[in-house]
């Protein structure tokens, strides 16, 4: 940083400025809605921002707050309800700002021991919650999808120590997360899908008709994921069924619990989940349903020396950090530098203890099946699928997708909820996924009555 960036007095009020506006954001109850502008609209108003002396930090802020923020739907508002929302506790997002003024290196151990050994307090809370040993460990990634492919890369490796090398295949469900064709794509392998019925799970017998199938195509199998709350409807698959057949076919069990694996900290709910314990990696997001800000996934192996013999990297300038036999997050994923991005959801945690967390999250369930009857008690409606954690899935007799469509958008304009419509096997239909705290039954109700007008 040069001196001309660095001027104490003009820091001072900028960092005034960031301040109020950062505070002026947490008072909103609920927040701005909002929603997306077009790039010319963009042009218009913004214009170009990057210039070679600079606008200074005030106007940068001026138009965030009244051009750019504006444009950008916020997650947190109680009505945004589509795909899989984000509702981070105010002290976990008054945290992230800690994170980023304090400049952690969260990649090794030696240069950010009392972060990661925060992050790992959490990643060991997640892992005692779900029945894995206490040697269990791993990292907090970006995302659901880059934990997936961790985990899926440390399982082609291992099971092509164990087997030799073959033509592998991933076996999920048809209703198992974009991501995980996309990792299968990334690593060079196939996906087999197995057939998930009406009730929207799988279990030991379609995952075992799947490998049959894989089989005709000259197909082996490498791994079996289950998906521990899918992200359409949350439904979870039945991991003691997907974990004995990983274990006869000698191969891994990983659970994508990036959405509804947070579920399992309930107490009442936690035999839906039974399977867990059994799996060689999971991930959960906390940015999904962990109420953290984005951007992070816990991702975690049942042995993690097999990830570190997968991912660490090795250079002239890291070897100081390799001899050490410390914990180096950067050697648990596809990663290298990292942000603690653990620390929001470890502070959160730390200040409110797990037993708010799991009030939080039994107060979404119970919205979720509270909505649900309501959907049922009208002859216009109909429920898709009865819930099992936070998501509720429903149709309008008679609509088709341009009637979503347009009461989606007619939902947005006056500011009152993001419903986006999805689909079933080519059906149209709407889902509220509840992860706020904030969202109320009478906004829901709200939301159904709209669907008249
Ligand atoms: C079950 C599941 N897995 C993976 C992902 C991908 O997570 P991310 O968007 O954080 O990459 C999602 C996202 O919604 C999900 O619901």
């Known amino acids: 940083m040069t001196s001309e960036m660095h001027n104490p007095q003009s820091a001072d009020k ?26 010319d609209q963009l042009l218009s108003q913004v214009g170009q921002t990057i210039t070679e ?15 750019l923020a ?17 509702a981070p506790t105010e002290a976990a997002s008054l945290f992230d700002l800690v994170v980023s003024a304090s400049s952690i290196y969260g990649g090794s151990w030696l240069e950010g021991s009392g972060a990661v050994y925060a992050e790992n307090q959490v990643l060991s809370f997640l892992a005692k919650e779900f029945g894995l040993p206490p040697s269990a460990g791993g990292v907090f990634v970006q995302g659901g999808t880059l934990g997936n492919l961790s985990a899926l890369a440390v399982a082609r490796e291992e099971v092509t120590k164990r087997q030799g090398q073959k033509s592998w295949t991933i076996i999920c469900s048809e209703e198992a997360h974009s991501s995980i064709q996309s990792v299968a794509m990334v690593l060079g392998v196939q996906t087999t899908k197995a057939a998930s019925g009406e009730a929207g799970f799988i279990g030991y017998e379609s995952a075992q008709r799947a490998v049959s199938d894989a089989a005709k195509q000259g197909l082996s199998p490498m791994a079996i994921v289950g998906t521990a709350g899918t992200t359409n409807f949350g439904i979870i698959d039945d991991l003691a069924g997907l974990a004995k057949l990983a274990k006869e076919l000698n191969i891994w069990f990983h659970v994508d619990g990036a959405y ?14 039974n399977g867990i314990e059994q799996a060689d990696s999971f991930i959960v997001d906390p940015h999904k349903w962990l109420f953290a800000p984005f951007d992070a996934c816990a991702l975690v192996y049942r042995n993690p020396v097999l990830a570190k013999q997968t991912f660490s990297q090795h250079g002239e300038y890291l070897e100081p950090i390799n001899k050490s036999i410390e914990w180096n997050p950067s050697d648990y994923a596809f990663n290298l530098s990292r942000r603690p991005r653990g620390l929001p959801l470890w502070f959160s945690l730390a200040t409110h203890g797990a037993g708010k967390y799991r009030s939080a999250l039994r107060q979404n369930v119970e919205l979720a099946h509270e909505i649900a009857q309501e959907i049922e008690s009208r002859p216009d409606l109909r429920l898709v699928r009865k819930p099992q954690l936070s998501v509720v899935v429903f149709e309008k007799i008679g609509w088709e997708l341009r009637d979503y469509e347009s009461w989606s958008e007619r939902l947005l304009s006056d500011q009152l909820a993001f419903v986006l419509p999805s689909s079933l096997r080519g059906k149209p239909h709407t889902r509220f996924a509840i992860v706020n705290p904030q969202t109320s039954f009478e906004l829901l109700v709200e939301i159904l009555d709209s669907m008249d007008k």
């Open 14 to 39: 900028l960092r005034k400025a960031i301040f109020d506006y950062a505070s002026q954001r947490f008072d909103y109850n609920p927040p701005p809605l909002d929603g997306p502008a077009t790039p």
């Open 53 to 67: 002396q600079g606008m200074g930090g005030e106007n940068a802020l001026k138009l965030f707050a009244e051009k």
């Open 70 to 86: 504006p444009a950008t739907i916020s997650t947190d508002h109680p009505g945004f309800l589509s795909f899989i929302p984000a």
């Open 260 to 273: 509804g694996l947070a579920g399992a900290l309930i107490p009442e709910l936690r035999e839906k989940f």
